[in-house]
């Protein structure tokens, strides 16, 4: 499990950093992503370039940002990470938040793999 753990740091470093290519790197050709808030799936992408895209654009939305992984918990084919997550936004956003505004949320992402690819991420908030 530590080569999944290592491919997940790698990720979460290249997200802190906003490096699109760097998140990537492991990710599947039809890497499918889900981001869960509230219970609701609120975003839902299949391919990695529609990935790569959303995540470019959401590069624009903070000033900086950063994933803290608290825990590993792995299962057979996925691996799920609890996450502490800091952010300051760069922009307003249409529900009321103020660019400059902190944001301080826990979550959870689950990793899907298929060998030592990434074939589904899903961000549960």
Same mark, same amino acid.
């Given at each position: 499990?530590? #080569? !999944?753990?290592?491919?997940? !740091?790698?990720? *979460? +470093?290249?997200?802190?950093? /906003?490096?699109? +290519?760097?998140?990537?790197? +492991?990710?599947?050709?039809? @890497?499918?992503?889900?981001? @869960?808030?509230?219970?609701?799936?609120?975003?839902?992408? $299949? =391919?990695?370039?529609?990935?790569?895209?959303?995540?470019?654009?959401?590069? #624009?939305? /903070?000033?900086? !940002?950063? %994933?803290? *992984?608290?825990?590993? #918990?792995? %299962?057979? #084919? %996925?691996?799920?990470?609890?996450?502490?997550?800091?952010? $300051?936004?760069?922009? +307003?956003?249409?529900?009321?938040?103020?660019? =400059?505004?902190?944001?301080?949320? %826990?979550?959870?992402?689950?990793?899907?793999?298929?060998?030592?690819? @990434?074939?589904?991420?899903?961000? *549960?908030?």
């Amino acid at each position: 499990m530590t #080569n !999944r753990e290592e491919i997940i !740091r790698n990720y *979460i +470093d290249g997200y802190n950093q /906003f490096d699109v +290519d760097r998140m990537v790197h +492991d990710f599947d050709e039809a @890497i499918v992503f889900e981001n @869960i808030s509230n219970g609701e799936t609120n975003l839902s992408l $299949t =391919g990695l370039q529609a990935f790569k895209e959303q995540a470019e654009q959401a590069k #624009n939305y /903070f000033s900086s !940002r950063r %994933q803290t *992984i608290t825990s590993f #918990n792995h %299962q057979e #084919n %996925q691996t799920e990470i609890e996450i502490a997550y800091s952010a $300051t936004l760069a922009t +307003d956003l249409s529900n009321g938040l103020k660019k =400059g505004e902190e944001l301080n949320l %826990q979550g959870k992402s689950i990793f899907t793999f298929s060998g030592d690819k @990434i074939i589904k991420l899903t961000d *549960i908030s």
